[in-house]
């Protein structure tokens, strides 16, 4: 079974340009989630799509950070424009359940540099 | 609101030499608690997970972590370093009810020497 994964691993960007990550969940995951570590911190959420609806997205920086689940398979995250202090890794996660106790399954990352 | 405290961004120890990973939480509610680990170049793995069924759990490649709510501990350990341990390791929790996203703490480096 494949695991979560990721695209690009790696992205350098320039200030003001448009970034979008991917994300392929394990098939048959209806829950999904975005993390995002910046350097020298803690991983921190940003938010949960059970199937295509969004349903916390309490962790999403500001109005720069556009999340879609279009048909509820993979989720792509666009940073539009970035900023220097978007740079860090961003991680995926999908669970099967939204249980608490469910595993949460992540991917590699997306290594995103801002300059 | 929840949080979660590793004591040592930075932990080094002799293969062989028992591994202690320390992480504190406090939470209003009785938490689940977990610890991931990432290999370099390789996303989070589970480790273990404690869901309240017993304080010890046990995890994967011989590590554990013991549940004490008297200390909102929930210590990783292993008996014997091996080299192939040295990695980043993350504790978090998870609140129960309806909040499903994960708070981790800052994450521990550990490094084995041969």
């Known amino acids: 079974e494949a695991g979560v994964t990721q695209f690009p691993s790696h992205s350098v960007i320039e200030k003001g340009q448009t970034v979008t990550l991917r994300c392929d969940p394990i098939s048959g995951h209806d829950n999904l989630y975005w993390y995002r570590r910046v350097m020298g911190k803690e991983i921190k959420f940003l938010l949960h799509f059970v199937k295509e609806s969004k349903q916390d997205e309490s962790g999403m920086p500001n109005n720069r950070f556009l999340a879609e689940r279009t048909g509820g398979t993979y989720s792509t995250l666009k940073v539009q424009p970035a900023e220097l202090e978007d740079s860090g890794v961003y991680f995926c996660a999908s669970s099967p359940d939204s249980y608490v106790q469910e595993t949460q399954y992540f991917g590699p990352g997306t290594r995103l540099l801002v300059l | 609101a929840q949080s979660v405290t590793q004591l040592g961004s930075h932990v080094s120890v002799s293969e062989g030499a028992l591994v202690l990973l320390r992480c504190n939480y406090s939470s209003s509610v009785p938490p689940y608690l977990f610890w991931y680990v990432q290999y370099p170049n390789q996303g989070l793995q589970l480790l273990l997970k404690?869901?309240?069924?017993?304080?010890l759990v046990k995890g994967i490649n011989g590590f554990e972590a013991e549940f004490k709510k008297s200390e909102t501990s929930f210590h990783l350990t292993k008996p014997s370093a091996h080299m192939s341990d040295a990695a980043e390791y993350f504790c978090?929790?998870?609140?129960?009810?309806?909040?499903?996203?994960?708070?981790f703490g800052k994450g521990t480096l550990l490094t084995v020497n041969p």
């Open positions: 978090a929790v998870r609140k129960g009810g309806s909040n499903y996203k994960l708070t």
């Open positions: 404690y869901t309240s069924a017993a304080t």
